[in-house]
């Protein structure tokens, strides 16, 4: 029997939030999320329930903690890509704003060139991975037990 957590699948649903409403630790199709909330409705689509409790969480925690725990959190449940950049459609993507700081964005990307994120003051869209994006691109990870 094929899996049925395949690339096609994650890909679809992360561009079912498509138009979703931003909504800071909200993780609801249609209702609002943001980046996490995002990639933790796609994990829901594929496994069900979520493998642990997100803690509540301020906008500035990254530059605040200046600790990787979102990093940390994709490391236990997914798998890291040794090159971040050799991503496929389907991966989770992190990203720093700034150098200095840990990575604070998620995306699933759809595309060699194409990502669905969540962003502040914007509904839920699929963008280009342009070089602003890629420069700031710090881990990737694919879910586990995915086919083709």
Same mark, same amino acid.
């Given at each position: 029997? =094929? =899996?049925?957590?395949?690339?096609?699948r994650i +890909?679809? &649903?992360?561009?079912?939030?498509?138009?979703?409403?931003?909504?800071h *630790?909200a /993780?609801? *199709?249609?209702?609002?999320?943001?980046?996490l909330?995002l +990639? @933790?409705g796609? !994990?829901?689509?594929? $496994?069900?329930? &979520?493998?642990?409790?997100?803690?509540?969480?301020t @906008? #500035? !925690?990254? &530059?605040? /903690?200046?600790?990787? /725990?979102?990093?940390?959190?994709?490391r236990? $449940?997914? #798998?890291e890509?040794?090159?971040? $950049?050799?991503?496929a =459609?389907?991966? +989770?993507?992190?990203?720093?704003?700034?150098s @200095?700081?840990?990575?604070? $964005?998620?995306?699933?990307?759809?595309a060699?060139?194409?990502? +669905?994120?969540?962003?502040?003051?914007?509904?839920?869209? &699929?963008?280009?991975?342009?070089p !602003? !994006? %890629? %420069?700031?691109?710090?881990?990737?990870? %694919?879910? %586990?037990?995915?086919? #083709?």
């Open positions: 029997m =094929p =899996p049925t957590r395949t690339r096609t +890909v679809a &649903e992360a561009r079912a939030f498509i138009g979703t409403p931003y909504r *630790q /993780s609801l *199709q249609g209702a609002g999320c943001d980046c909330g +990639v @933790r796609v !994990w829901r689509a594929l $496994h069900g329930a &979520e493998p642990e409790a997100t803690p509540a969480y @906008r #500035d !925690w990254a &530059e605040a /903690s200046g600790i990787e /725990s979102l990093a940390e959190a994709a236990r $449940h997914l #798998d890509l040794a090159d971040p $950049h050799a991503f =459609p389907g991966d +989770v993507l992190l990203f720093r704003y700034a @200095r700081y840990p990575a604070k $964005h998620a995306a699933i990307a759809t060699p060139d194409l990502m +669905v994120h969540a962003h502040d003051g914007a509904a839920v869209a &699929e963008v280009a991975i342009a !602003w !994006w %890629r %420069r700031r691109l710090a881990f990737a990870f %694919r879910f %586990r037990d995915v086919g #083709d």
